[in-house]
């Protein structure tokens, strides 16, 4: 099979996207005065919901993100309370697609916690985790939900392993340990089947995740993939990555025939990672590049040329990160088919990017908005992990966008056991067997270490306060009294 190289010559192919633009939001609607994390690893470092929006923040110890209810846009206070219980620097944040209160995040610290955030937001820090979840022995660059199971996490270490989370019993069920290298991007087709990954050892994986088999793999001499992402039922793949002469390029690919991919596309001569993103619902594929101002926009088909240019969004502010909206959250009234949220660090500003398909009428646009995945759940963790899969619950935008979530998550409760001698609890106290559990007790320790010193440090103050009080108490003669 030949790879096609594709021209940026316009075709003039009839397409409803033809004219997307992309409309920054006013400035009362961006949201100011967010310290945005300045650590350097490859992720958005931004998540958001119909409801929140979450950025990591850069902290003095520790890691930290904040929660902004989307109505409370404008300036930050200073002193806007923090999601701030993970030890390490946090990498990587995603909301529940089915509970809208519901994030999850991942860290150096090893850990993967999954937070419950009050309706409304938080009104002061939080440091307790709903669920904290230990297995990678190193520290922790990604996690994904599961697209139609309510209770699956997928978190990826630089330990090189993947592992499933069944949040409803807080325990890992597998471990994926076929990556030979650091893990840089995951990918699930439409009902979860399938797992598409790229890694550091410049191979581009599809995986049967329930099993962890490998059943296709490419290292393709000419694309040094970055990252991968499925193109909804098309049974294809997109990635984005470098050729050999170091040009940022983008290819198509056959999900059942990894050994070439159908079209390569050269993009430009810049060196920043490219983001893919892509909207099954319409087809399109929106590529950002980390410190870039632009976006570029294609229409993917299933036939020749298979990805049509459409339109490039210019601004002069590089973006560090991008959140997307899910789809219950845009503005179908303004015919909004994809919003980004971008993060800019040197103004400490997030911008609502809205894409529109200009429209004249002022009637609910059925054709840009078929039925889309919406909060409901299509199976357990347990009926998932069981070996079935079944298509995301579909729902319309047009009367369907507001309809309340009835499901409550429930995080499982671990009884806690205890074998106490001699005032020592001999369970809290087992010697670790791995690092990981090494590490776990670290932690533990270096925060009992730190209570303790507060508690010391007041109690010196409280001791020289009283020996003061003591002696001015000595020097006090009886006349005086």
């Given at each position: 099979?030949?790879?096609?190289?594709?021209?940026?010559?316009?075709?003039?192919?009839?397409?409803?996207?033809?004219?997307?633009?992309?409309?920054?939001?006013?400035?009362?609607?961006?949201?100011?005065?967010?310290?945005?994390?300045?650590?350097?690893?490859?992720?958005?470092?931004?998540?958001?919901?119909?409801?929140?929006?979450?950025?990591?923040?850069?902290?003095?110890?520790?890691?930290?993100?904040?929660?902004?209810?989307?109505?409370?846009?404008?300036?930050?206070?200073?002193?806007?309370?923090?999601?701030?219980?993970?030890?390490?620097?946090?990498?990587?944040?995603?909301?529940?697609?089915?509970?809208?209160?519901?994030v999850a995040s991942c860290s150096?610290?090893?850990?993967?916690?999954?937070?419950?955030?009050?309706?409304?937001?938080l009104r002061r820090n939080m440091?307790?985790?709903?669920?904290?979840?230990?297995?990678?022995?190193?520290?922790?660059?990604?996690?994904?939900?599961?697209?139609?199971?309510?209770?699956?996490?997928?978190?990826?270490?630089?330990?090189?392993?993947?592992?499933?989370?069944?949040?409803?019993?807080?325990?890992?069920?597998?471990?994926?340990?076929?990556?030979?290298?650091?893990?840089?991007?995951?990918?699930?087709?439409?009902?979860?089947?399938?797992?598409?990954?790229?890694?550091?050892?410049?191979?581009?994986?599809?995986?049967?995740?329930?099993?962890?088999?490998?059943?296709?793999?490419?290292?393709?001499?000419?694309?040094?993939?970055?990252?991968?992402?499925?193109?909804?039922?098309?049974?294809?793949?997109?990635?984005?990555?470098?050729?050999?002469?170091?040009?940022?390029?983008?290819?198509?690919?056959?999900?059942?025939?990894?050994?070439?991919?159908?079209?390569?596309?050269?993009?430009?001569?810049?060196?920043?990672?490219?983001?893919?993103?892509?909207?099954?619902?319409?087809?399109?594929?929106?590529?950002?590049?980390?410190?870039?101002?632009?976006?570029?926009?294609?229409?993917?088909?299933?036939?020749?040329?298979?990805?049509?240019?459409?339109?490039?969004?210019?601004?002069?502010?590089?973006?560090?990160?991008?959140?997307?909206?899910?789809?219950?959250?845009?503005?179908v009234a303004a015919c909004e088919?994809?919003?980004?949220?971008?993060?800019?660090?040197?103004?400490?500003?997030?911008?609502?990017?809205?894409?529109?398909?200009?429209?004249?009428?002022?009637?609910?646009?059925?054709?840009?908005?078929?039925?889309?995945?919406?909060?409901?759940?299509?199976?357990?963790?347990?009926?998932?992990?069981?070996?079935?899969?079944?298509?995301?619950?579909?729902?319309?935008?047009?009367?369907?966008?507001?309809?309340?979530?009835?499901?409550?998550?429930?995080?499982?409760?671990?009884?806690?056991?205890?074998?106490?001698?001699?005032?020592?609890?001999?369970?809290?106290?087992?010697?670790?067997?791995?690092?990981?559990?090494?590490?776990?007790?670290?932690?533990?320790?270096?925060?009992?270490?730190?209570?303790?010193?507060?508690?010391?440090?007041?109690?010196?103050?409280?001791?020289?306060?009283?020996?003061?009080?003591?002696?001015?108490?000595?020097?006090?003669?009886?006349?005086?009294?």
């Amino acid at each position: 099979m030949t790879v096609t190289k594709m021209s940026w010559r316009p075709t003039y192919r009839s397409s409803k996207f033809r004219n997307v633009y992309g409309k920054v939001a006013n400035r009362e609607h961006c949201f100011d005065g967010i310290p945005i994390t300045k650590n350097v690893h490859d992720n958005h470092f931004c998540a958001v919901n119909s409801k929140f929006l979450a950025v990591v923040t850069e902290s003095a110890g520790g890691g930290s993100f904040i929660i902004i209810p989307l109505s409370q846009a404008g300036r930050l206070d200073s002193h806007y309370p923090k999601v701030c219980g993970h030890q390490g620097n946090v990498l990587d944040i995603k909301w529940n697609p089915f509970f809208e209160n519901v994030v999850a995040s991942c860290s150096e610290d090893t850990s993967v916690r999954v937070w419950e955030i009050p309706e409304g937001g938080l009104r002061r820090n939080m440091t307790e985790a709903v669920l904290e979840l230990y297995g990678h022995s190193r520290r922790v660059g990604l996690i994904e939900w599961h697209p139609t199971s309510s209770g699956i996490l997928f978190s990826a270490g630089y330990d090189y392993k993947i592992l499933i989370w069944n949040l409803e019993t807080g325990e890992p069920v597998k471990m994926i340990d076929c990556h030979t290298d650091v893990i840089l991007s995951m990918s699930f087709n439409t009902d979860g089947s399938l797992l598409a990954t790229s890694c550091k050892d410049k191979k581009l994986r599809v995986i049967e995740p329930r099993s962890g088999r490998v059943l296709q793999q490419a290292s393709y001499k000419n694309h040094r993939v970055n990252r991968v992402v499925f193109l909804g039922n098309m049974k294809r793949l997109l990635t984005t990555g470098v050729s050999r002469w170091n040009t940022r390029q983008i290819a198509f690919w056959d999900q059942e025939d990894l050994s070439m991919p159908i079209v390569e596309e050269d993009i430009d001569g810049l060196s920043g990672l490219l983001f893919p993103f892509y909207d099954a619902d319409t087809h399109m594929l929106y590529l950002a590049g980390k410190g870039d101002g632009n976006i570029r926009y294609f229409e993917i088909t299933t036939e020749k040329p298979y990805i049509q240019y459409l339109m490039e969004f210019r601004s002069p502010a590089p973006q560090k990160g991008l959140g997307v909206m899910p789809k219950l959250g845009l503005d179908v009234a303004a015919c909004e088919v994809y919003r980004f949220y971008k993060l800019v660090t040197l103004k400490g500003l997030i911008e609502p990017i809205s894409m529109i398909v200009p429209r004249r009428s002022d009637t609910y646009q059925e054709d840009i908005y078929p039925m889309t995945a919406g909060t409901e759940p299509a199976l357990s963790a347990s009926e998932w992990l069981s070996g079935i899969d079944r298509d995301p619950v579909l729902m319309s935008l047009k009367d369907g966008y507001h309809r309340p979530n009835q499901l409550v998550f429930k995080a499982p409760v671990k009884e806690k056991k205890s074998v106490v001698v001699n005032g020592i609890d001999l369970l809290e106290n087992v010697p670790p067997r791995t690092e990981n559990e090494l590490l776990r007790m670290f932690f533990r320790q270096q925060d009992e270490l730190r209570r303790l010193k507060e508690e010391l440090t007041t109690k010196d103050v409280r001791i020289r306060q009283l020996e003061l009080e003591l002696n001015n108490l000595k020097n006090v003669s009886p006349k005086d009294v």
